[in-house]
């Protein structure tokens, strides 16, 4: 499919990019200033449940107001909105979709909130709060009846819509589509009002086991699920887009617009075959197999959902047990190499019946021991892709969970390593913007390297969208080094990231250009493409894109000398231009240039933030002292900043994901332990645990298309950077307390789904496509390394003994003998190890772990270290006790040298033992 850039509105980014000192308002935002308009209140029936405050619209019985008991100022739905959105053509909870067809007939559609007439109000009855045949307002001619009942039974919400077929001839129903809206809407709210009043939604697309998961961006509880009532399976999850950016045959839309300020609203779709027949592409694989309904003349069923409420987001799958939901649990999650195995525990109130895998054979179940009222399945995979699995009960549902199957991790990196260095590599003699040599975006549809872009940057080696593909390849280095890619970085970071990006003389050394690449037609009057839209403001002159002042671009560069400081520092003869002195000066002069030239958006976290972290560690390590000092005072005065904000993860956005990990990190760093834990609980707010490899550990990110894509929309995007740059945090924070598993789930849900970007030639995609007429990877590299520059810094084994599921390995293979737990690491770097029961972490900073034995009785540890290679004739070998009551260790191999025990390796493996004080 040929893709092609997409028109939308003009919001923050266009602003703050052109401009870094603009306050972070959208451009949507800066409206609040002018007159709102006046709308007449809207007459409302309360009704109260033993879990809700609600009500309903008198005229149209739709869901105006959804508060939790308990809280105050909360509304799961935009109830404060209610009155701007009362006219036709906004959608509402208790709407309804419908495209339906009779034999011989064309696709019809029917929408309840397009044009809204009288409904009538229908006698109540048992349990039922209100209930109205709503058939008028669906639209003339459809040959059903509609109505739809508001339910409190047992103390439960539900809605249940019946549909009855009024013709003489069968009716196929190819959408049924239950909107749902809830308050995602950012637009007029500061951080502080957002995190309190706002929520996200997470859906589980897994047939009759889907829900929707509604969270607080806070992270705070409780949590509103959505469950399905019986036959009424989340089959898809569709976006209803914005009326006046829609496609012009698209009957489902909403009035209100989408943006960086909302995300919108979707359609729980019960049917999806008439969209799969008609607008979406025949290419896109969807997540479960578009069904359609059949309803002879007659003929009467009903579909529905439930809303409950769980405690905290930690408590989501405990409720969804409590509620007789079936409930599946991937270990270590649903990105399965082929070498690997993974489990998967199942729970549910009926048996499983028969298992299929799609495609054939893709994926293997072999039913294990199972106890605790949880059933046990060893999964094996074979082949690459999208895989998933359908679970049939005894009582007739059905559940899918969606996989990823990668090569071998470590092929996956290697394959990374080599397009990056490859593929993209770019030595374009007499390239007039003084990119040679570089590693530039790559068009995987062309297959080409992008030497021009209508978004400068993306072309131009900084900002994200242009920065992405270098940085992947040298953090690619850091565990995984290779010496012909490593000499290519060093050409790269010294000739171009020096010679060009970089501000290397002067007063402003170490200065960071928004990009290098520029439109100047006048200067270059034939070397830009026609075909190419050089009106859009991001089409930056060479005045703004030599600007020094965007603070996002550092933490690149940064990344870039700091690796090859690593690898000239613990490596043998790898890194032969310049010694490890000069490349650890270079990071710290970059970042001391970022908080001179590039203040404003410093005082936000970065992505890629925890760089600075490491930098600033290594200069203590190397014991410059004077450069250490200064740089821990640049970083306490933005830490102090943080530290007096109650959500202090402002960005360039309205709201974003991008500076919580930088946030949690420095929090940590200096103590501040619930700033620390309040940004943790943040980042559950927006990153779930869900069976779904799409949506497992994928912190939610919506506009970053429009930037690095090539296909620019607002879209919900799968494992954008987000996902593995917020695994950063919450990997630390479960080191500290083991007994959170949450934390660890999602975690490593988000470092592997890092890793799902890069394709069987090494080729990494921005992000994943959402959207069901597309389900595919962006067709650019774009930003995309910043994600593995998130996946290689948290690359581990993770050893665990859980209380119901026993001994567990996540990213390694576990074996038990006697007392004795034996792992061998699988993870793509196999240089960090965590020991759980002991709060033991260990890392190499040179050299590769084959396998650990753990004594549960005594607590030691016995590693096996690969042999010596050429580049590595020496382990470097950390470890500490990260648990408040962990014991600590200690070894009598090595020498301790800058924090680790240098270890001399053989042309064997090499054995250390580990041992408790």
């Known amino acids: ?71 105050e100022n909360f509304d799961f739905v935009p109830a404060g909105r209610e009155a701007e959105r009362a006219a036709n053509g906004y959608n509402h909870i208790g709407d309804l979709h419908l495209r339906v067809r009779q034999p011989g007939g064309e696709w ?74 809830f308050d995602n809407i950012i637009l007029d709210r500061d951080l502080d009002q957002a995190h309190q009043q706002a929520s996200f939604v997470d859906p589980y697309i897994g047939r009759d086991a889907g829900y929707l998961q509604v969270t607080r961006l806070s992270g705070e509880g409780p949590v509103l699920l959505v469950l399905p009532e019986k036959g009424t399976p989340l089959e898809a999850y569709k976006p209803i887009f914005e009326k006046a950016w829609a496609k012009k045959d698209d009957n489902f839309t909403d009035l209100s617009p989408r943006g960086q300020v909302s995300e919108g609203f979707y359609d729980w779709t019960v049917a999806s075959k008439g969209f799969a027949e008609k607008e979406w592409s025949k290419a896109a694989r969807q997540w479960n197999e578009p069904t359609s ?5 007659g003929e009467h069923r009903s579909y529905g959902v439930r809303f409950v409420t769980a405690p905290s987001i930690r408590k989501i799958e405990d409720t969804l047990v409590a509620n007789k939901r079936p409930v599946a649990v991937g270990i270590p999650g649903y990105v399965v190499p082929t070498d690997q195995s993974a489990s998967l525990f199942l729970k549910a109130p009926s048996k499983v019946k028969s298992i299929e895998s799609f495609p054939e054979g893709s994926l293997t179940l072999t039913d294990e021991a199972s106890g605790d009222g949880w059933a046990r399945y060893k999964v094996k995979a074979s082949g690459w892709g999208r895989a998933r699995l359908t679970l049939t009960y005894a009582d007739g549902e059905k559940q899918t ?87 290519r970085i060093e050409r790269l970071v010294d000739e171009t990231v020096i010679g060009t990006l970089q501000i290397a003389d002067g007063e402003h050394k170490g200065g960071v250009k928004k990009s290098i690449f520029y439109y100047e037609p006048e200067e270059f009057p034939d070397y830009y493409d026609p075909q190419i839209n050089w009106k859009n403001w991001t089409a930056w002159n060479k005045e703004h ?33 310049h010694d490890w002195q000069f490349y650890l000066k270079w990071a710290y002069v970059t970042t001391v240039a970022m908080m001179r030239d590039a203040p404003y958006y410093a005082r936000f976290g970065l992505m890629e933030g925890d760089v600075f972290l490491d930098i600033l560690k290594d200069l203590e390590k190397e014991g410059m002292t004077k450069e250490a000092a200064n740089m821990k005072r640049l970083m306490t005065e933005r830490a102090d900043i943080w530290r007096s904000m109650k959500y202090p993860f402002g ?46 550990g994928n912190a939610r990110r919506y506009w970053d298309f429009l930037y690095g894509g090539k296909v620019s929309r607002i879209e919900r995007q799968i494992h954008h950077y987000g996902s593995a ?113 002991a709060g033991l972490w260990i890392t190499l900073e040179s050299g590769k772990i084959a396998s650990a034995d753990y004594d549960t009785e005594t607590g030691t540890v016995r590693l096996s270290l690969d042999p010596a290679s050429a580049i590595t004739p020496r382990a470097r070998l950390a470890f500490e006790t990260t648990t408040a009551d962990g014991r600590p260790y200690a070894t009598d191999t090595g020498t301790l040298e800058r924090g680790a025990y240098a270890i001399d390796l053989g042309t064997g493996k090499t054995e250390v033992t580990l041992s408790p004080k």
């Not at 949507?28 to 009500?55: C, R, S, W």
């Not at 593929?423 to 549809?445: M, N, T």
């Not at 501040?672 to 990153?687: F, K, M, S």
Request: glycine share 8%; with cysteine.
């Open 1 to 71: 499919m040929k893709s092609v850039l997409r028109p939308l509105p003009l919001f923050a980014l266009a602003c703050a990019i052109a401009a870094p000192a603009v306050l972070p308002l959208t451009a949507l935002q800066a409206q609040e200033e002018k007159p709102k308009k006046v709308f007449p209140p809207i007459i409302k029936t309360e009704i109260t449940t033993p879990a809700f405050d609600l009500a309903l619209r008198a005229d149209t019985q739709t869901l105006a107001s959804l508060s939790p008991k308990g809280t």
């Open 108 to 181: 019809t559609d029917y929408n309840s909130s397009a044009m809204r007439k009288q409904i009538t109000a229908l006698a109540g009855g048992k349990d039922v709060i209100a209930a109205a045949d709503i058939t008028s307002s669906m639209g003339d001619g459809l040959p059903l009846k509609v109505e739809r009942r508001w339910l409190n039974e047992d103390g439960v919400l539900a809605m249940r819509f019946t549909l009855e077929n009024t013709s003489s001839q069968a009716v196929e129903i190819g959408v049924l589509g239950m909107p749902m809206v």
């Open 293 to 297: 309904i059949t309803l002879k003349p």
């Open 401 to 487: 969970v969606s996989y990823y199957i990668t090569k071998p991790l470590e092929q996956v990196v290697g394959d990374l390593g080599h397009f990056t260095t490859h593929q993209q590599w770019f030595e374009g003699k007499g390239d007039p913007f003084h990119r040679s040599p570089a590693i530039l975006s790559y068009d995987r549809e062309e297959n080409k390297i992008l030497t021009q872009d209508e978004r400068v940057w993306v072309a131009g080696m900084s900002d994200e969208g242009g920065a992405g593909a270098w940085v992947a390849a040298a953090i690619k280095q850091l565990d995984n080094p290779d010496p012909e890619e490593v000499a």
């Open 545 to 577: 894109s030599n600007d020094l002042g965007r603070t996002y671009n550092y933490p690149h560069v940064a990344i870039g000398h700091w690796v090859l400081y690593r690898l000239a520092r613990d490596h043998a003869d790898l890194v032969k231009r």
């Open 651 to 696: 960005s360039e956005m309205a709201w974003d994901s991008t500076g919580q990990p930088e946030v949690y990190a420095w929090m940590d760093h200096f103590g501040y332990q619930p700033q620390a834990e309040a940004t943790r609980e943040v980042i559950l707010g927006y990153d779930p645990t869900i069976p779904s490899w799409g949506y497992n």
């Open 725 to 837: 740059l917020n695994a950063v945090p919450l990997f630390t924070a479960y080191r500290k307390n083991p007994k959170d598993f949450h934390l660890l789930r999602v975690a490593y849900g988000g470092m592997m789904g890092g890793i799902t970007n890069i394709d069987q030639e090494g080729f990494g995609s921005a992000a994943f496509h959402s959207y069901p007429d597309m389900m595919q990877w962006d067709a650019i590299t774009g930003d995309y390394g910043m994600g593995f520059y998130g996946h290689a810094i948290t690359a581990a084994t993770y050893l665990v003994d859980h209380p119901q599921f026993g001994w567990l390995g996540f990213g390694a293979k576990v074996e038990q003998s006697g007392k004795t737990i034996q792992v061998t690491p699988q993870d793509s770097a196999r240089s960090r190890l965590f020991i759980a029961p």
